[in-house]
């Protein structure tokens, strides 16, 4: 059994390499903001209320492009409904806590947080207190992200765009689903998700970011009643 | 107004990620869809990878030979045998950097 102390590390641990990526993106998202004109202290207090990477940037660029208020936070609910998904799965794991620590554990889900302490929780079961890894993976992503965006606001985009850091995005995600391409049935669920949301993209409100996910649960679905 | 539409953002985005875990209980989910949801990692990232790789900025597909597929699937090898997320990220990125910096350049 491992303690509390030993469980947030281990999250710490395991989230830890994603922030090659995660602090890169944080500074282009704080220099994005300042570029299209925003107010500094709007910028950075996204990082906080929103707190959630892609859709604080899509937020300032609809806006910047004369889309209404209405469009920008719905483009925003939309992108984030993944979390809906996410918290799904978790919701096995957190069972026990407390309704106060399940609100404010909420705060820290994120993809990669999301990613890490969910293999974690597969392979560790039992452990008693499962929620302090989360902690861990959120915690750190909240930190590293709250400095990254500060550092790209105050700086602006000290990080040349010719190195193209924006494509350490996809690579973070794809260091996290590599290793199920071992299993067909993953590799199918994948490659229906992907094509969809190429095919999907054009979609308002940036829904295609839920329309496949959508699309390749139904896939699973049926992928699963085929393998009985 | 910029104010109010954050704020407004940040509660929705709230909700979505407090919903799951604070309201809904686990019993009522079925066995069915637990299985199901075993694939929410595989059924939601690809929709963040595909765009990210095939799209560029302007909201158009790249060609076939542009430096990002090469690099992603440098990538993909490299996680699938080492297992390391810092080992995936860099060599694709190194990979995208060789073919911009040294042969497009």
């Known amino acids: 059994m491992l303690s509390k102390k030993q469980l947030f590390s281990r999250g710490m641990l395991d989230i830890a390499p994603h922030m090659l990526s995660v602090i890169p993106f944080g500074i282009i998202c704080g220099a994005i903001g300042v570029d299209l004109g925003f107010n500094p202290y709007l910028v950075y207090a996204m990082s906080i209320i929103i707190f959630g990477g892609a859709s604080q940037i899509v937020f300032l660029q609809l806006l910047s492009g004369g889309a209404s208020s209405l469009v920008a936070v719905t483009s925003v609910g939309v992108i984030n409904s993944r979390h809906l998904l996410y918290g799904a799965v978790l919701s096995e794991y957190l069972e026990k806590l407390s309704f106060i620590k399940k609100l404010l554990i909420s705060y820290v889900v994120v993809d990669q947080g999301f990613a890490e302490s969910n293999k974690f929780f597969k392979k560790n079961k039992t452990e008693q207190y499962l929620h302090y890894h989360l902690l861990g993976t959120g915690i750190t992503m909240w930190v590293c992200w709250q400095i990254a965006t500060l550092a790209g606001i105050i700086l602006g985009s000290f990080v040349p765009e010719e190195l193209g850091l924006k494509f350490a995005i996809p690579l973070t995600f794809i260091a996290i689903v590599v290793q199920d391409l071992k299993k067909l049935d993953h590799v199918i669920v994948m490659l229906v998700c992907g094509i969809s949301s190429l095919l999907f993209f054009e979609a308002p409100f940036k829904s295609y970011i839920l329309i496949s996910p959508v699309i390749a649960l139904f896939v699973a679905a049926l992928l699963l009643r085929l393998k009985k | ?105």
Request: without cysteine; positive net charge.
């Open chain 2, 1 to 105: 107004m910029t104010w109010l539409s954050i704020t407004i953002a940040g509660i929705l985005t709230y909700f979505t990620r407090m919903t799951m875990i604070a309201l809904v209980r686990r019993d009522l989910l079925g066995e069915k869809i637990k299985a199901v949801l075993a694939y929410v990692p595989s059924a939601v990232f690809p929709a963040i990878i595909f765009p990210a790789i095939f799209i560029n900025d302007y909201g158009t597909y790249i060609e076939m030979n542009d430096p990002k597929i090469f690099g992603a699937l440098v990538a993909i090898i490299v996680g699938y045998f080492s297992r390391n997320v810092i080992a995936t990220i860099f060599s694709g990125l190194l990979s995208y950097w060789i073919i911009i910096f040294v042969f497009l350049s």
